[in-house]
T-cell receptor, first 118, second 115 residues
Framework: AQKVTQAQTEISVVEKEDVTLDCVYETRDTTYYLFWYKQPPSGELVFLIRRNSFDEQNEISGRYSWNFQKSTSSFNFTITASQVVDSAVYFCALSEPDRGSTLGRLYFGRGTQLTVWP | EAGVTQFPSHSVIEKGQTVTLRCDPI?????LYWYRRVMGKEIKFLLH????????ESGMPNNRFLAERTGGTYSTLKVQPAELEDSGVYFC?????????????FGSGTRLTVV
């Protein structure tokens, strides 16, 4: 079974619209970490956010916000007032620590291709 | 500080040939990871080095793939002989380790095309 599910394969919006990218995860660990990465057309993976399982406080960073809900095993990402430069593939990922506090492997979702039209 | 560097950025080879990908992690990062994304699918874990030792290589698809990390510095991933299904983007990441706060830093990836 996939540990991270991003059900939306592609999303298209027009500039200035708000858009939410969904992420649902599965783990038996009580301690884990959730991530979002952005992959622009240039190809690199750009770190956006890391959340640990004990911190359910939602976070806002400029036009970006994240909604972490353990009750539904979801870690959704919202872009407010989207811009053309937001066009990219967005990946959600889960890490289950290996041997204590060391980061283990990342389990990625399949990614959501976001296209923002001018 | 310099980021994670991967070389080459692109490689096109014929089926049956050998290709070697290189990753230079951030200096001082003990943990080095290789991942691969085949077209349209999720990014999948290949293996994890701690210094020069393989901590977890359970993601390596088969014995045509060989990863090494000389002296705990840079790492190479060799594919020999390459097959069509090996095409994809190969990412390398490094982390400081010892604490979960440091996170991962990814390289820009190597796009491998086997024809």
């Amino acid at each position: 079974a996939q540990k991270v599910t991003q059900a939306q394969t592609e999303i298209s919006v027009v500039e200035k619209e708000d858009v939410t990218l969904d992420c649902v995860y599965e783990t038996r660990d009580t301690t884990y970490y959730l991530f979002w990465y952005k992959q622009p057309p240039s190809g690199e993976l750009v770190f956006l956010i890391r959340r640990n399982s004990f911190d359910e406080q939602n976070e806002i960073s400029g036009r970006y916000s994240w909604n972490f809900q353990k009750s539904t095993s979801s870690f959704n990402f919202t872009i407010t007032a989207s811009q053309v430069v937001d066009s990219a593939v967005y990946f959600c990922a889960l890490s289950e620590p290996d041997r204590g506090s060391t980061l283990g492997r990342l389990y990625f979702g399949r990614g959501t291709q976001l296209t923002v039209w001018p | 500080e310099a980021g994670v560097t991967q070389f080459p950025s692109h490689s096109v080879i014929e089926k049956g040939q050998t290709v070697t990908l290189r990753c230079d992690p951030i200096s001082g990062h003990d943990n080095l990871y290789w991942y691969r994304r085949v077209m349209g699918k999720e990014i999948k874990f290949l293996l994890h080095f701690v210094k020069e030792s393989k901590q977890d290589e359970s993601g390596m698809p088969n014995n045509r793939f060989l990863a090494e990390r000389t002296g705990g510095t840079y790492s190479t991933l060799k594919v020999q002989p390459a097959e069509l299904e090996d095409s994809g983007v190969y990412f390398c990441a490094s982390s400081h380790g010892g604490t979960a706060l440091s996170g991962y830093t990814f390289g820009s990836g190597t796009r491998l095309t086997v024809v």
